[in-house]
């Protein structure tokens, strides 16, 4: 282990777990590098646990160990079974269990054991489980407190109808589960129904929060575990593909337009609309595209009714294509007849028809992208913004320029 280690005392150790959240887990984990292994244990345990366990999954394999030996053992444990789950799981989010008992347990033998937990965790409920860990009922402090026999076992005490999550489950799907209990902690299952964590319902909003905030960027080749002190060199190293990926798609566009160059040189005022039309089919698809990333996030969006989605967004798109392309139309009438150009009413016809239809084709493709990520096996949002905008690019100039051939030149 390096020499020049820094030991500090609890509060600075409060303080350095608020610096991580403000870093990507690489950057938190080099920082973390310049701590001894029993103060990094320490404020790993202060973290939300899915972003400690993406902090302990890019430190160096010896001092992964050498930490874990420094945590308490069910600490240490609980982290190597949090790893083997998938990210934005519940399993990654699972802290130890501080009061699990046996349902034959009485009243006096808890309480005492309970009196000693509590003077180091913070305790909730008492998890009750059957010899071979399978969780059978919860107790809480309140009724724990309350009974008058301290003879009373706690099989006779519990809650039978036990809400618990499976580690497996994917966050969205477990927020669903959730959004009308509110418990502070729910406990969490394997498969086979063993009691193997429990996980707070703080940490769950938090994470949820976190992946809202993070959709946004996605959407624009942002990575997800970008913060704002991430090093330069990192975001640049992840933005940049993203970049180029974009200039690739904007050729798409500019060659379009190339091939009605003619067209341009002939009628230069063609050119201010051109703007125009791309940038309104452009909002039009960034509308269907937010409300199917809404849906898809919030599992609104059920199997087989994708149909009725994109339906519904062409529908919108047509008809706000329609309006908007009145305007459009009426504002090339203007503009063409104050150039005295003899087509100005040909123009504003143009004008509002490639609206229309743009617009119609980026209600479509607002809804289509994010459904052919998913199927794909790709985060619905991820770059989802450059593929909408090279559609909405071609679609609306193309459409814009190849009418203008059509019928005038």
């Known amino acids: 282990m390096p020499n020049d280690l820094k030991f500090v005392n609890s509060g600075e150790a409060d303080h350095l ?7 990507a887990p690489a950057d938190a984990a080099e920082t973390l590098a310049r701590y001894d ?12 646990p899915s972003f400690a366990s993406h902090i302990i999954a890019e ?6 160990s050498s930490m874990f030996a420094a ?27 501080p009061a699990t008992f046996l349902g034959r347990e009485t009243v006096r033998e808890v309480t005492q054991r309970v009196r000693e937990l509590a003077k180091r965790v913070t305790l909730t409920y008492l998890f009750v489980v059957d010899n071979a860990g399978h969780i059978s009922g919860v107790v809480t402090m309140r009724d724990l407190v309350v009974s008058e026999n301290d003879d009373a076992t706690l099989d006779t005490l519990m809650l039978r109808d036990v809400f618990a999550l499976k580690a497996s489950l994917p ?4 927020m669903r589960l959730v959004v009308h209990r509110h418990y502070p902690v729910y406990p969490v299952t394997d ?19 976190f992946e809202f905030s993070a959709q946004p960027g996605r959407m624009v080749g942002v990575g997800e575990e970008e913060r704002l002190l991430t090093p330069w060199s990192r975001s640049l190293k992840s933005r940049h593909p993203w970049l180029q990926l974009n200039l690739l798609t904007a050729f798409l566009a500019a060659g379009v337009v190339g091939i009605f160059q003619e067209t341009l040189d002939q009628m230069v005022i063609l050119a201010l609309f051109l703007p125009v039309l791309a940038g309104q ?4 698809g960034c509308q269907a595209l937010a409300v199917t990333l809404r849906g898809l996030t919030l599992g609104e969006l059920k199997p087989g009714t994708e149909r009725t989605l994109v339906a519904k967004e062409a529908l919108l798109g047509l008809l706000n294509g329609s309006f908007v392309g009145l305007t459009a139309g009426a504002g090339m009438l203007v503009v063409a007849r104050a150039q005295g150009n003899p087509n100005a009413l040909a123009l504003a016809g143009i004008v509002m028809l490639a609206m229309t239809a743009s617009c119609l084709v980026s209600g479509i493709a607002g809804a289509l992208i994010p459904l052919t990520l998913r199927r794909l096996g790709a985060d619905p949002a991820t770059a989802s913004s450059i593929f909408l905008t090279t559609a909405t690019d071609v679609a609306s100039m193309g459409l814009f320029l190849g009418l203008a051939t059509a019928l005038l030149i």
């Open 17 to 23: 777990a608020s610096e991580l959240l403000t870093l």
């Open 37 to 48: 292994d029993a103060l990094v244990a320490e404020v790993l345990q202060q973290i939300n």
């Open 59 to 64: 430190l160096a394999p010896g001092r992964r």
């Open 71 to 97: 945590a308490p053992p069910a600490v240490s444990q609980q982290w190597s079974r949090n790893l083997s789950f998938e990210d934005a799981s519940i399993g990654r989010l699972m802290e130890p269990t």
């Open 171 to 174: 966050l969205a799907d477990a």
């Open 191 to 209: 498969d086979r129904g063993l009691l193997i964590g429990q996980v707070r319902g703080s940490a769950m909003f938090e994470e949820q929060a």
């Open 281 to 284: 089919s452009g909002n039009t």
